[in-house]
Nanobody
Framework: QVQLVESGGGLVPAGGSLRLSCAAD???????MAWFRQAPGNEREFVST????????YYLNSVKGRFTISRDGNKNTVYLQMNNLKPEDTAVYYC???????????????????WGQGTQVTVSS
């Protein structure tokens, strides 16, 4: 069992920045960690993922150049730095862990083993 706790969401104006954090009680070296988001009325959408072993990253096209995923091994924490936020980024953001990583990058939410509770990000226009 892996527990994930997100923090850092909030309300920001368009063009603003937020940094989301996801603290895990433990991380397996084989894991990939990811951020997904879900806006009202929409399906959950992949945003970004990072391979814990080597820090390799992958992004949704619409967030490339604006969002940066990173990890801190000393804190078992994954971050999502979000810059130049747009109203369409408004969603609940979820952290997820793919412990038994068999494919890279893994974009399907059904392949992730553990999830956080989510944190709301609201971008005003």
């Amino acid at each position: 069992q892996v527990q994930l706790v997100e923090s850092g969401g909030g309300l920001v104006p368009a063009g603003g920045s937020l940094r989301l954090s996801c603290a895990a009680d433990r991380i397996f070296s084989s894991s990939a960690m990811a951020w997904f988001r879900q806006a009202p009325g929409n399906e959950r959408e992949f945003v970004s993922t990072i391979k814990w072993s080597d820090g390799n990253t992958y992004y949704l096209n619409s967030v490339k150049g604006r969002f940066t995923i990173s990890r801190d091994g000393n804190k078992n924490t994954v971050y999502l730095q979000m810059n130049n936020l747009k109203p369409e980024d408004t969603a609940v953001y979820y952290c997820a862990a793919d412990v038994y990583r068999t494919r890279w990058p893994e974009l399907e939410d059904g392949e992730y083993d553990y999830w956080g509770q989510g944190t709301q990000v609201t971008v005003s226009s």
